[in-house]
């Protein structure tokens, strides 16, 4: 079973400036990476249209490639990183481009505030004397506030705003007993921040969660006043950046407590399956904002409920809104409609909860082990 834990850390200003030496190196590396294998699927496309190629066949660039490269093209700055860190980035950028094939967006390249992670991942840190110390940047305050539980298997450096953190990943070899599940629960996620249960409960997030929603949308609007790549523009894109990371820390911590109160009260909880896609596409921010709060609560709430021995499951939950929970009947409904009133068995629900309980009824337990996409290698052309 795997495990994150995130600290705080409190670098010194000199291993600030080597820590974001350290973004922009594997940020660069990124983008340098990104735009070599880009080049090379272009020159490929010529030959798949036109029958003319530079090099004899067509050759894809692969991770093991940039790998094997790295080590032969150092830069002073790329000899001044962990060369593991280094490869992680290419790792990345790897995964990137198999989402890519999976269906996802291309990978696209990293600005400034774009970047903020870079990994080890398997050693080159440690904890001593309760410092961090991380190979070629130094030792680091830290502020252990729990135990870590298993071996530390990779150790990420994050830069959110003008804080900094580390999470480390660890492996725990534990017997897990599953529980009889006895309890199933079905969960409609809203738009307004709002959980309903199919047994008619409902779970109103923290009001302070809401107020700061509110002010980002007003912090926003100021930052698109500014003018562009002015300073008073940059001091409101920190001041955005600051409401953005409170505002995930709250949900952060809410969804901690729902996931732990699911899990403690219900054996098998039932979420739908978020749209990732359709969540990327949306440019209506309060939108955005939700959807990634909720695909927290269900991440957390399957990684508790594993740890438990009980159940999390995702099914597809298009038209649950529309569906008469009791007769199946289909009604049309519209945004504004909160009750769902059924013309065929009379039933008349909350709207919500009545899609709550359709989802709860759309469980087959996850025995069943879930179709996953098998990985598509890029086509090759003839
Ligand atoms: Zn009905």
Redesign the pocket.
């Known amino acids: 079973m795997k495990k994150a834990y995130q600290f705080r850390i409190y670098p010194t200003k000199n291993q600030e400036v080597k820590l974001n030496r350290t973004l922009s190196t594997c940020r660069h590396l990124y983008n340098e990476s990104l735009e070599e294998r880009r080049r090379e699927s272009e020159l490929n496309n010529l030959e798949r249209d036109f029958g003319v190629c530079p090099w004899g066949k067509p050759h894809w660039i692969k991770y093991e490639d940039q790998q094997n490269e790295l080590p032969l093209s150092k830069t002073p700055y790329q000899k001044e990183v962990f060369s593991q860190v280094l490869q992680n980035v290419l790792k990345r950028l790897d995964i990137s481009f198999k989402n890519f094939y999976r269906g996802n967006g291309y990978p696209r390249f990293k600005g400034m505030n774009r970047y903020n992670t870079f990994t080890y991942p398997q050693k080159g840190f440690g904890i001593e004397d309760g410092k961090l110390n991380l190979s070629k940047i130094g030792c680091i305050r830290i502020f252990l506030h729990r135990d870590i539980e298993g071996n530390i298997k990779t150790c990420t450096i994050k830069k959110d705003v003008d804080q900094w953190y580390v999470i480390f990943t660890t492996e725990i070899e534990r017997e897990i007993k599953n529980i009889p599940v006895e309890t199933i629960i079905g969960i409609d996620v809203g738009l307004k921040s709002l959980l309903t249960l199919s047994n008619g409960e409902q779970i109103e997030p923290p009001k302070f969660l809401r107020i700061s929603e509110d002010k980002l949308v007003r912090e926003q609007r100021k930052l698109s006043k500014k003018k562009l790549r002015s300073n008073n523009r940059n001091k409101q894109r920190i001041k955005v950046a600051r409401v953005h990371r409170k505002i995930r820390n709250q949900r952060k911590d809410f969804a901690h407590k729902t996931s732990r109160m699911l899990v403690d009260h219900f054996d098998r909880i039932v979420f739908e399956k978020l749209q990732i896609r359709n969540m990327v596409q949306n440019h209506c921010l309060a939108k955005s904002i939700s959807d990634a709060g909720w695909g927290q609560l269900q991440t957390f709430t399957e990684y508790k409920a594993e740890e438990a021995g009980k159940q999390a499951e995702f099914v597809i939950a298009n038209g649950t809104s529309q569906e008469?929970?009791?007769?199946?009947?289909k009604e049309i409904m519209t945004l504004a409609d909160r009750t769902f009133r059924?013309s065929?068995?009379?039933?008349i629900k909350d709207r919500d909860h009545n899609a709550a309980i359709n989802i709860e009824n759309r469980s087959i337990g996850t025995d069943c082990t879930e179709f996953t996409p098998v990985e598509i290698e890029p086509i090759l052309c003839r």
Do not use: L
């Not at 008469?324 to 009947?329: A, F, H, P, V």
């Not at 065929?344 to 039933?347: A, D, P």
């Open positions: 008469c929970c009791i007769c199946g009947n059924c065929k068995c009379g039933s």
